[in-house]
């Protein structure tokens, strides 16, 4: 078996070759690696070759591939069945347990959540329930923000998207479109005239929390504060996507970093939604919020939402064990190897005389190669992206798996220790070199 006819086969048989657009090595070039396991901060090929990881299934794999605690969570459930489509004692304690974790200085994130199974679902229903609540239509985002794949929040969007560099999705109602307006991250002027625009017609502005699907895009000092209060002045809704971030970035996602450092009353999003990390690599991921809100949610109010799968129990063992796993020790080792990983890439381009900026969120952290900020998608476009799949490619050919774009976050684990960090930092001086060829 090899990479090259495990990639014929599935080319013959699914779009692509692949199940997400991503995967499909497109920006990068060359055979994407077909996986068969992974262990910790390693995953190993169909070709017995091992990378040291760095995608960590795009987050989910907070404390590392195969977690003991977590397998052996996921194991015990499926001894006893693997969905019932019914409630299980183990929904209400993950349901707990999260808004116990998003809890920051007494000041509560959420106050009911609702479990669904992909981060596409999660945000779509928040947006459902953004026009539910208010009775408008128009939904605000930003460009190079991703929210999933639903119709409605595809247009301008990060992730693959951007990665293919499409302006939106094929298939998507033109009276669907207009109803997003997508605006420039961290800049409230045109916040402020897209309300002017449109008086008491905005649901929603909806937000990663901190954008990290353009690479990463830093909120300014006090953006999302006042997302927030423009929101409410004008009776719409602010939903946080913490999907990527949540669990991440700190206990509290990027709210919870936020609210740490809040003097006085702290903002907060009317509806927040999770994945990832949540289900532990699992499908799992959540839609949360302001009580209120959250009760007009089927079968208590009129918004209607469901899920054949919805808070699977193999789903919530794996993302109860991996937030039990999440402890602070494990969160200061990521972010401890975020500054030494992010602050060696920076050193190797440096002394190669190639210009790259990293932009860093908590432990998340991706590359550009402009020598200036990135605070929107416009900045990360302005890059010469051309240089990242040599730079990739050089990489992986040494046995370090990044993300296969340079529009992605890296991701670490607190399985990653010294020994990798050391083994990808000695990599690194040949992929800036054929980075400052390409
Ligand atoms: N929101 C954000 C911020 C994301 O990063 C993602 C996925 N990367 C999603 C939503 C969609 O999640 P899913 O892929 O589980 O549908």
Not at 93 to 116: N, Y
Not at 220 to 236: I, K, M, P, T, V
Not at 384 to 394: K, L, V
Not at 429 to 438: G, Q
């Amino acid at each position: 078996m090899s990479n090259e006819t495990e990639f014929a086969r599935a080319r013959a048989v699914i779009p692509g070759g692949v199940n997400s657009p991503v995967r499909a090595y497109r920006s990068v070039g060359g055979t994407p690696r077909f996986l068969v396991s992974a262990r910790g901060a390693y995953v190993t090929d169909v070709e017995g070759r091992e990378y040291i990881d760095l995608i960590g299934s795009w987050g989910p794999a907070l404390l590392g591939h195969a977690h003991p605690d977590v397998v052996a969570a996921v194991q015990d459930a499926a001894s006893r069945g693997l969905s019932f489509g019914a409630t299980t004692p183990g929904e209400a304690e993950l349901a707990e347990l999260l808004r116990e974790r998003t809890t920051v200085r007494g000041t509560r994130l959420f106050d009911s959540i609702r479990l669904v199974s992909t981060g596409t679902e999660a945000t779509m229903t928040a947006v459902r329930l953004a026009r539910g609540a208010t009775g408008r239509d128009i939904v605000l985002k930003f460009a190079g923000h991703y929210h999933g794949h639903s119709d409605g929040l595809l247009a301008e969007s990060g992730s693959g998207v951007a990665t293919l560099g499409l302006p939106g999705s094929a298939g998507v109602p033109a009276d669907v479109a207009a109803l997003t307006i997508v605006l420039p991250y961290n800049d409230l002027a045109a916040i402020e005239a897209a309300f002017a625009a449109h008086p008491g017609r905005i649901a929603a502005i909806i937000t990663e929390a901190a954008g990290a699907n353009a690479g990463v895009l830093v909120p300014d000092d006090g953006f999302n504060r006042a997302l927030s209060d423009l929101a409410h002045r004008e009776g719409a809704l602010l939903i946080l996507d913490e999907v990527l971030t949540g669990f991440r970035v700190g206990p509290a996602g990027w709210w919870g970093l936020e609210a740490e450092r809040a003097d006085g009353e702290m903002w907060k999003p009317d509806l927040v939604t999770f994945g990832k990390i949540v289900g532990g690599g699992l499908p799992l991921a959540a839609v949360a919020g302001r009580r209120d809100v959250m009760e007009l949610l089927a079968p208590l109010g009129p918004v209607y939402q469901a899920g054949t799968l919805s808070g699977n129990p193999l789903a919530v063992a794996a993302g109860l064990a991996t937030l039990r796993g999440a402890d602070a020790d494990a969160y200061a080792r990521i972010d401890r190897s975020a500054a030494i990983l992010s602050a060696a890439v920076e050193e190797a381009f440096a002394s190669a005389g190639l210009a790259v900026t990293v932009s860093r969120a908590g432990s998340l952290f991706s590359l550009a190669f402009r020598d200036r900020a990135v605070r929107t998608y416009d900045d990360a476009k302005d890059q010469d992206a051309w240089r990242y799949p040599a730079f990739f490619t050089t990489l992986l050919e040494a046995g370090v798996s990044l993300p296969p774009s340079v529009f992605e976050a890296w991701f670490l684990s607190a399985a990653h220790t010294d020994l990798e960090l050391d083994r990808i930092t000695a990599a690194l001086p040949a992929a800036v070199r054929a980075a400052a060829r390409a």
